[in-house]
């Protein structure tokens, strides 16, 4: 094969010098991307060096990548997988070239995926330290849960605990405001499954319950009195001055915290004023019917605008927020993707061109049809894996250090979509080697053999 070549491939000394360039620029991205943990600002400068970085490393890393694939390919193909290999390994700059866009591409996809992962899994996880109910009726954008809602929820048969929840704010004199939560004393302890940790629930509907950490800052225990008046922080308008002790000491989720009243505490409005909206309903179901209650909320308030959801659901509304975010990121960067398939192509078709003697002899000691469009499937499936791998490398390192930058975010790495990137190249690889193969396979051999040019 070496003897039909007319044109010799780069030399270790030719790509010295952008081995060089390279792994230093590359060194200093990746530097950067570290060192944006701490500063996430920083990644605006370190994602550009590392991918161009990357990119002059290309061939090195091609060179290094396909060496270690030879011997695996070659038991799994024989000679054929051999062959595919040192194609691909024959000229390491047009290898880089056509690896490069896949690279680019799969890095800012895998980014974004590792990013939009963990936003979600914070969500998830929001939603399951806020929601300890069943069930909970919230409204649309715009919509309000009418002051009956909770009342035609407790009379249904496997409705076992029902409270509205309605947040408002206590002003207290000399010093700042208290965000206060208005349920109903007798069923928010089921229906939000509270952990009181002094005190009892059951004495709310004449006082007032804060949580562990409220009770701490301000010096409260058991019994202190609490002077305010209440007021809608939308809509401020000043009731009647109340005083209430404190008879409970708990734990419970943000939504119902810092401290809790009854909702016979707060002040009837009185001519144009407006009681504070309901915000959501809790619901605890009887044990094994929160499905079936789910349904028969839904059929009898009959109300597009009210949303019945259980914790599923509610996870599942949380991370719908950054679907459509994700399916954007992935129609744009799907551009660069294709481009680089494209490429693929066109590095197979060069290939055909420019082995056509080498074709015809492989032709002549007994490689068949087949074999011709195996080999080049190889090669182009090898090329179309190493720039996958290497974007998705990238790519996670990206993303793991945006997340990383931010303090409540958990990194999650996807594991199954880059499997499916991985899996998305493989046929990336086939289909690009589909019609260079059909052309190399329909060579007449004898004129390949004659041929002037490789």
């Not at 695996?72 to 056509?98: F, H, Q, S, W, Y």
């Not at 080049?376 to 791998?389: D, K, M, P, Q, W």
């Not at 190399?440 to 002037?452: F, K, S, Y």
Request: one cysteine or more; charged letters at 20%; proline letters at 5%.
């Amino acid at each position: 094969m070496a003897a039909l070549r007319t044109v010799q491939p780069s030399t270790a000394a030719s790509l010295r010098r952008r081995n060089t360039i390279g792994l230093t620029v590359t060194a200093c991205g990746a530097l950067l991307v570290g060192a944006a943990v701490g500063e996430p600002d920083l990644l605006f400068g370190a994602v550009p060096l590392l991918l161009v970085g990357l990119i002059v490393l290309t061939p090195l890393l091609a060179l290094g990548v396909t060496g270690l694939l030879r011997s695996p390919l070659t038991r799994l193909a024989g000679i054929r997988g051999k062959l595919a290999v040192e194609n691909a390994r024959r000229n390491p700059r047009r290898t880089a070239a056509t690896a490069t866009t896949l690279m680019v591409g799969l890095a800012m996809v895998t980014a974004v995926t590792v990013v939009v992962t963990s936003v979600n899994r914070f969500d998830e996880q929001e939603v399951d330290s806020s929601m300890t109910s069943d069930l909970r009726i919230t409204a649309v954008d715009f919509g309000e849960i009418g002051e009956g809602t909770a009342a035609r929820v407790r009379r249904l048969a496997d409705a076992e605990a029902v409270t509205p929840v309605i947040h408002t704010y206590l002003d207290i004199p000399h010093t700042t405001s208290l965000d206060v939560t208005a349920v109903d004393p007798a069923a928010v302890e089921r229906a939000a499954s509270l952990s009181v940790r002094e005190g009892s629930l059951d004495r709310l509907g004449h006082g007032i319950a804060v949580t562990e950490e409220l009770a701490t800052a301000r010096g409260w225990r058991l019994g202190s009195r609490v002077s305010g008046t209440f007021a809608d922080a939308e809509a401020p308008t000043p009731g009647a001055r109340t005083s209430l002790p404190v008879v409970a000491i708990y734990d419970g989720p943000e939504d119902l915290s810092p401290a809790l009243v009854s909702d016979r505490a707060l002040p009837r409005p009185t001519g144009a004023e407006e009681r504070p909206s309901i915000s959501s309903v809790l619901v605890k179901a009887a044990p094994g019917r929160t499905a079936a209650l789910r349904e028969e909320i839904r059929r009898t308030l009959d109300n597009p605008a009210l949303l019945v959801q259980d914790r599923a659901d509610a996870r599942a509304a949380a991370t719908a927020r950054t679907a459509p975010f994700l399916d954007i990121m992935y129609a744009m960067l799907s551009v660069t993707v294709r481009i680089g398939a494209l490429g693929v192509v066109n590095t197979m078709g060069m290939a055909v061109f420019e082995r056509v003697r080498e074709t015809g002899l492989l032709r002549a000691i007994g490689l068949d049809r087949a074999g011709v469009g195996s080999v080049l499937r190889l090669e182009s499936v090898t090329i179309s894996l190493f720039g996958s791998a290497l974007g998705v490398v990238a790519g996670t390192a990206i993303g793991a250090a945006a997340v990383l930058g931010q303090e409540v975010l958990p990194l999650v790495i996807p594991w199954d979509r880059a499997a499916l990137f991985f899996v998305a190249s493989a046929a990336i690889g086939v289909l690009a080697s589909l019609w260079p193969g059909r052309q190399a396979a329909r060579l007449p051999m004898l004129e390949a053999i004659g041929a002037d040019t490789e």
